[in-house]
């Protein structure tokens, strides 16, 4: 399931198009072991030894050295793990059957739980962590320090050990180049706009992620409460700029979205960003009720073109390949 | 039909794809008739009374004073009359039923005999263009000079009077830039390459027109021979040409022509030079088996896309238009 398709909860649109994911990430480590960063193999392997017997019954484990490199980037595609855990074989990974519940071992901190889902049901997410988190606190001493919090690797995480974050498809914002007053606006919050895939992946498929910037000297309610009411606020931004493009632009829109539509169908190769914005406007077009594909499930796209996801399929050139499995999901109503 | 068609020569198309036409055309002065350069509105008076009885019981007379404006541009535009006599009100134009005989009069010249094909017989051609010069020679005198030949307005049309043209569709010389060493090789002959509307419309959907530049000097079965030479030489170097494209670009042409399609396919606008590019990209494709279009008229569209063509038709905007023409014309294979 884990290399052969994307996430079950993926798969399940949620109700807002604009709201592709969220995600509630807590960062903890166990105060008797050295931190990952200065950690030594055995450092490693005690950390496992606790962590194992809790989870393993409920989740599935991969090993970061049973697994290939093309299965660990596919893995950081599906946002299961990140770039970091990737490069160290003594991590792991705790996937739940859904894959809506990720526990990475041993990445920049001992412990990460990571819980996702379709809606903004922050809230919900964070609860599902916190389950997972006092589970294992019953079974390991934390790090952790009566003023500052949960001791971690970057002092970034520092305090509650909290991420949240949630994955918006804004392309009207982005095709107004609204998105950098946006950042600027945000992050006076403390919070942060990225790309997909987090820094330097900013703009593919118009896909951006919101997060907390700080973990110290906020509550988590209200770091989830602040995160609920900015995107709300976003998400608001987002359909005023689709209907003020739709007003003004009408003609020009159809035309454009509607070339990305054939080029989409008919174009023997494909590169990631062009797919990526084509498929944002073509998906665009459909929410604005311009064209009238079959419904398309916009994330499950992203993250079937990716190039570790089509590498793990196919020896065939990745572009050849990539706009193959366009044409098979992007289909007109007739 | 001249308003609302394309001509039916052109609706037949030829048995070899690369050429889209043949034309010959005689150009000729009365004698005791001021040339059109410099007559008065009696001169033209004069020369419309001695060619209207030959030719009206024979051809479709077209009087420019009745003739919009709009209409006129058509006329350019299917190559009936050139550009020179919609300036002219005073000006007039016989066109055969089958719009394969155009008889401009009180153009540059006072008579201009024209004939047009969809092969390469440019020597039945000529000989359909001499028989109407020696009906019309019966009952008038022509400027004939013992040793010049006949007299025209334009030096560069002294002596025959003949200039004999070839239009090709040369998309795999235009792309391999070609075109530029092609024109400097064929100019030593005093032959010339020009775009589909002669100067100024280069590149127009990679159709070029190869005529002789010298009327002078040469009789008219060396020009006619020399223009079939070279351009029976020009087809085979683009039949390389495309061989070249296919055996070393294959899959990025296939994906840049299907991109072509798409576009063709699902754009709301387009304009002409646009649409004259992806039309020849397709066509291109089509010849060389890489696309499985049903089989669509190049030279048809060509016309049918062009801009008075449209604005006969319709007061919508003329990209709009282009764009559902297009999409009524081709369609892919089932």
């Known amino acids: 399931m884990i290399y052969n398709d994307v996430s079950q909860w993926v798969k399940n649109e949620g109700e807002e198009p604009i709201v592709l994911s969220s995600r509630v990430r807590l960062a903890r480590n166990l105060d008797h072991v050295l931190f990952p960063t200065v950690a030594s193999a055995n450092d490693f392997k ?61 990445e920049e901190d001992h412990i990460r739980i990571q819980t996702l889902s379709n809606t903004l049901d922050i809230e919900a997410l964070y609860n599902q962590a916190l ?67 987090g820094e330097g992946s900013r703009d593919l498929g118009h896909v951006y992620q919101i997060s907390n910037q700080v973990t110290l000297g906020k509550t988590e309610q209200d770091i989830i409460d602040d995160l609920i009411y900015i995107v709300h606020n976003v998400i608001n931004q987002e359909k005023e700029a ?33 797919a990526s914005q084509r498929l944002s406007e073509v998906k665009l077009a459909y929410d604005l009720g311009m064209i009238e594909t079959k419904p398309f499930n916009f994330h499950e796209m992203m993250v079937k073109i990716q190039p570790a996801f089509i590498r793990y399929k196919t020896n065939e050139n990745e572009n050849l390949y990539r706009a193959q499995l366009i044409q098979q999901h992007l289909t007109m109503k007739q």
Chains 1, 2 share one sequence.
């Open 242 to 274: 689709r209907q003020a493009l739709y007003n003004h632009y009408e003609v020009q829109l159809e035309d454009q979205f509607l070339r990305s539509y054939g080029i989409l169908k008919y174009s023997k190769l494909i590169d990631l960003k062009e």
């Open 131 to 197: 389950a997972i988190d006092q589970e294992i606190d019953q079974e390991v001493n934390y790090a952790f320090d009566e003023k500052l919090g949960y001791l971690t690797s970057c002092p970034t995480n520092l305090g509650t050990g909290l991420r949240a974050s949630v994955m918006l498809h804004l392309p009207a914002l982005a095709m107004l180049d609204k998105m950098p007053q946006l950042n600027y606006s945000i992050q006076r919050f403390g919070f942060l706009v990225r790309g997909i895939f």
């Open 46 to 106: 005690v950390v496992q030894d606790y962590v194992h017997p809790i989870l393993s019954s409920q989740y599935d484990e991969l090993s970061m050295k049973d697994v290939t490199a093309v299965e660990r980037l596919m893995l950081v595609e599906k946002h299961l793990i990140s770039p970091t855990l990737t490069k160290n074989s003594e991590g792991s990974v705790y996937i739940s059957k859904e894959e809506d519940v990720s526990i990475m071992v041993n």
